[in-house]
């Protein structure tokens, strides 16, 4: 590299995994998502979630199926196990954000990784993700010329319908108020766990599942 060259790398990023279900919902999976949404919602602050939080275990085989293949790809390319993990999707759920709604910051505890398919999404709809070590970085406070993926403490990620999201449980996110006069934003999300053994025996960090 020359003197007045530079290279900037970086280090421990979150993966963000995108794919796009590109023959959409058939007509059978969209009068299934009518059937959760009347079998009963519930509220929570800014938006409802369905009753049943697990749809996919008796519903939406075809997208079920479009996620777990997806879920394995995403364990060989990004977490790239020694031995085979195997994850299995636990509970799964409909939202509704309707006019006006939200979701609040948070992350997703007793997973691997979680995602969130949307079945229906506003102009200009985005997730927002969050952050971990914002705390320790804003010790010291830098005014600013514009943010970008280095210097934010949260970056938004532009999505649309029939697009399926994956990332780390741990990684903390949220939604903005929808601000479509007449449109809902609906989305199903999913955790996921793993099944088998993980760990190593010798060194003490076998786990049975």
Known sequence: MKENEFRLEGLFPAPLYSANL?????????????????EGMYKNAGNSTSNNSYIFNTR????????????????????????ELDLYITQSWLNITKPGGFHHAHSHSNSIISGVFYVATTENDKIKFHDENVKLKERIKIELKEYNVWNSSSWSFPVEKNILLLFPSWLTHSVDENKNATEDRISISFNTFPKGTIGDKKSLTELIL
């Open 60 to 83: 939406l085989r075809k997208l079920k199926e479009f996620c777990e293949k997806h879920i394995n790809i995403y364990v060989e390319e990004v977490i790239y196990p020694k031995e």
């Open 22 to 38: 590109e023959s959409g919902l058939d007509p059978a999976e969209e009068n299934e998502i009518k059937d959760i949404i009347k």
